[in-house]
C-alpha cells in the first residue's frame, strides 16, 4: 500500500519506518529540507532505540522516501497519516496551528485527484477535532467526505525512547472511522500488525487517547500520595504496590511512586483534558488532583531532604538526572526543574549531570547551576546526592560510588537502588520509604 506521513519527529518518523519494514511503500513529509536530506541519506533526524539500523534497511531497498513536496506525495498515496506536534498554549489548550497548516497543503492535491484518498489524524488532538477542525479545511477542496475521500483518526501509544518497539509490538490498535471504506483502508494499513483491533467512530478514538494518558497519569499521582503517608509510617510504597498490582483487576505497571511525571504527553494531555471539560461545564476534581500532586511530589522530596538533611544551605548537591527519564535529552516538564528551583531557592548549591541533557536543561534555566561531564566529577566532595531519573548507569550504583562525597545523604527519587546496600554509613532516603 502507498502510504505518507506528514511530520517527521519521533511519531511521524517511527510510524513511517515501521509502516515500510512491514512492506508499505511510505513518503515521509517535512517542510525542514535538512530533516528529508538527512533521511534520504538514512540518518535519523532524531534519536530512537533500533531507528538508525532499521531506516537503513528500508531507505536502501526503497520502501521509504522523504520529500517536502506535500502535493506530489499526496497524489501518489492512497493514505496520509497527519503527525504534526500539538504543542500546549499558554492555557493548557491544544495548539493547533501546526495541524491546520499540514492539512490545508493537502487541499490542492486533494482537489487535483481523482482516486479515493483516507485523511487519517495520528496527532493527539481533543473530541470533535478531526470532524470539526480538520474536514472543514479539507472540504475547500471541493470533494465529499465519504464519497471522494475517508477521515480517520489513530492515535498513537509511542514512549520515547522505545517508540519503535511500541511501534512494531503494539497492546492495540484504535482505529477511527468517518464511514466502512476509511476503516477498511486503515485496518489494510494495519494488514500486519497481529493484535486486538479496535473500531471506533472518530470522537471515541480520540478519547481514548486522552483517557488512557489521564489514566496512566492518575495511577503515578496515585502512588505518590500513597507513598507520602507510606514514608510517615516507615513502611515501603513500593512493597505496598507490589501486594496490589498481583490482584489482575489492578495492574502493577505505573504505580511507581518517584518525583513525578514529566515528558511531552502526560503533563500536556492531562491539561488539555481539564481544559476541554472545563468547555464542556464539566468539573475534573480527579484530575486537578492528579496535576495538583504532580506539581508538589517534586517539592515535597526536597523539602523531606531539607528536614533530614536539617538544612541545604550552601551544601553542594550532586543532582544526576536531568532529563525527565532516562535514555533521552528531552527535558520537557522534567521533574528536575522544580526540584532544582527549590534547592535554590533554599541555598544549596546545585553540579547537574545528565548523559546526554544537560543542554537542553540550561536553557530552561540559564546560567543557574553548573554542569559536569561526568558523573564521578558531579559527586566528588558532595554533601548530598539525588537521582532524579534512571539511566542505566544511575541503576547499579553502589555504596562504594558515593565514596568521593564529603557528606552522606542519598536521595533516590525513582528508587533505583538497594536500599539494603546502605549502612549506617550512608544516609539513604527513597521516595515512598
Ligand atoms: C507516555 C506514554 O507512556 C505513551 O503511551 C504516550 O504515547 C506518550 O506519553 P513517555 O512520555 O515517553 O510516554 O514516557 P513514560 O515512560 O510513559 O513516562 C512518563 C513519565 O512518568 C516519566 O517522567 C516517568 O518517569 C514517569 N513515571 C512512569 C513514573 O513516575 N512512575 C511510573 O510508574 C511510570
Not at 299 to 316: A, D, F, Q, T, Y
Not at 379 to 403: G, M, R, S, T, V
Amino acid at each position: 500500500m502507498k502510504i505518507s506521513i506528514i511530520g517527521t519527529g519521533y511519531v511521524g518518523l517511527v510510524s513511517g519506518v515501521g509502516f515500510a519494514s512491514k512492506g508499505h511503500d511510505v513518503t515521509c513529509i517535512d517542510i525542514v529540507d535538512e530533516k528529508v536530506d538527512k533521511i534520504n541519506r538514512a540518518e535519523p533526524p532524531i534519536y530512537e532505540e533500533g531507528l538508525e539500523e532499521l531506516l537503513k534497511d528500508v531507505v536502501s531497498n526503497e520502501k521509504l522516501k522523504a520529500t517536502t513536496d506535500t502535493g506530489k506525495a499526496v497524489k501518489e498515496t492512497e493514505l496520509t497519516f497527519i503527525c504534526v506536534g500539538t504543542p500546549s498554549k499558554q492555557d493548557g489548550s491544544v495548539d493547533l496551528s501546526g495541524v491546520e497548516k499540514a492539512v490545508q497543503d493537502m487541499v490542492q492535491p486533494l482537489k487535483e485527484k481523482d482516486e479515493y484518498h483516507v485523511f487519517c489524524v495520528k496527532s493527539t488532538v481533543v473530541p470533535g477535532t478531526t470532524e470539526e477542525k480538520v474536514l472543514p479545511i479539507l472540504e475547500k477542496s471541493g470533494k465529499i467526505v465519504g464519497e471522494d475521500f475517508g477521515l480517520g483518526m489513530n492515535p498513537e501509544f509511542l514512549r520515547e525512547g522505545i517508540a519503535l518497539e511500541d511501534f512494531l509490538n503494539p497492546d492495540r490498535i484504535v482505529l477511527g472511522g468517518w464511514d466502512e471504506n476509511t476503516l477498511k483502508v486503515l485496518s489494510e494499513a494495519y494488514g500486519r500488525f497481529q493484535v486486538p483491533k479496535l473500531k471506533t467512530d472518530i470522537k471515541t478514538a480520540e478519547m481514548i487517547k486522552y483517557t488512557s494518558n489521564a489514566l496512566l497519569a492518575t495511577k503515578i499521582s496515585f502512588a505518590n500520595e500513597i507513598s507520602r503517608i507510606c514514608e510517615s509510617i516507615g513502611i515501603d510504597v513500593y512493597e505496598v504496590m507490589d501486594g496490589v498490582g498481583l490482584d489482575h483487576r489492578l495492574k502493577r505497571d505505573f504505580l511507581n511512586a518517584g518525583a513525578g511525571f514529566g515528558g511531552s504527553c502526560f503533563p500536556k494531555d492531562v491539561k488539555a483534558l481539564v481544559n476541554y471539560a472545563k468547555e464542556k461545564d464539566q468539573e475534573t476534581k480527579l484530575l486537578n488532583s492528579v496535576l495538583a500532586i504532580n506539581e508538589e511530589q517534586p517539592v515535597h522530596i526536597i523539602n523531606r531532604l531539607e528536614h533530614i538533611s536539617e538544612g541545604v544551605k550552601g551544601k553542594k548537591v550532586a543532582f544526576l538526572g536531568l532529563a525527565f527519564k532516562g535514555g533521552t535529552d528531552d527535558v520537557r516538564e522534567t521533574r528536575a526543574l522544580p526540584m532544582i528551583k527549590r534547592l535554590l531557592e533554599l541555598g544549596a548549591d546545585v553540579i547537574g549531570y545528565d548523559p546526554e541533557a544537560s543542554e537542553n536543561f540550561d536553557e530552561l534555566l540559564p546560567g543557574k547551576i553548573r554542569y559536569t561531564d561526568s558523573r564521578e566529577e558531579a559527586l566528588e566532595d558532595a554533601d548530598i546526592c539525588i537521582i532524579q531519573n534512571d539511566w542505566n548507569e544511575f541503576k547499579n550504583l553502589k555504596p562504594k560510588d558515593f565514596e568521593p562525597m564529603r557528606g552522606k545523604i542519598i536521595v533516590d527519587s525513582r528508587r533505583l537502588l538497594n536500599r539494603e546496600n546502605f549502612t549506617d554509613d550512608l544516609i539513604y532516603i527513597g521516595v515512598g520509604v
